[in-house]
């Protein structure tokens, strides 16, 4: 199983940015799938996530402005950051889990800058 993100990159404060990952096997397979973020010296954090309900998943610095989603043909989950401050900036790792059996699975992170 192999997860690919891709969509980081430099943004002003109060832009948006789209972070993809795309999974080496279908969507379904991982409950929840999610994306991580890691500030410089800071302690790999929940962002959001998603299970095979649809049930969503959101840190409170992330209400109400980001977004995740599954885009099932595309075998991709997404995360739409809008509005983002300069706190946002970090390297974001997408996350997948399964169940039986029990396995987790990163991808290699994308550089989500913002600048002031």
């Given at each position: 199983?192999?997860?690919?993100a891709s969509g980081g990159g430099l943004v002003q404060a109060g832009g948006s940015l789209r972070l993809s990952c795309v999974t080496s096997v279908s969507i379904l397979t991982f409950h929840p799938l999610a994306w991580y973020r890691q500030a410089p010296?800071?302690?790999?954090?929940?962002?959001?996530?998603?299970?095979?309900?649809d049930f969503r998943t959101f840190a409170d610095s992330a209400k109400g402005r980001f977004t995740i989603s599954r885009d099932f043909p595309k075998n991709t989950v997404n995360l739409l950051?809008?509005?983002?401050?300069?706190?946002?900036?970090?390297?974001?790792?997408?996350?997948?889990?399964?169940?039986?059996?029990?396995?987790?699975?990163?991808?290699?992170g994308t550089l989500v800058t913002v600048s002031s």
């Open positions: 199983v192999q997860l690919q010296g800071k302690q790999r954090e929940l962002v959001a996530s998603i299970t095979n309900g950051m809008r509005s983002l401050k300069p706190g946002d900036t970090a390297v974001y790792y997408c996350y997948a889990r399964t169940t039986t059996p029990p396995n987790e699975y990163w991808g290699q």
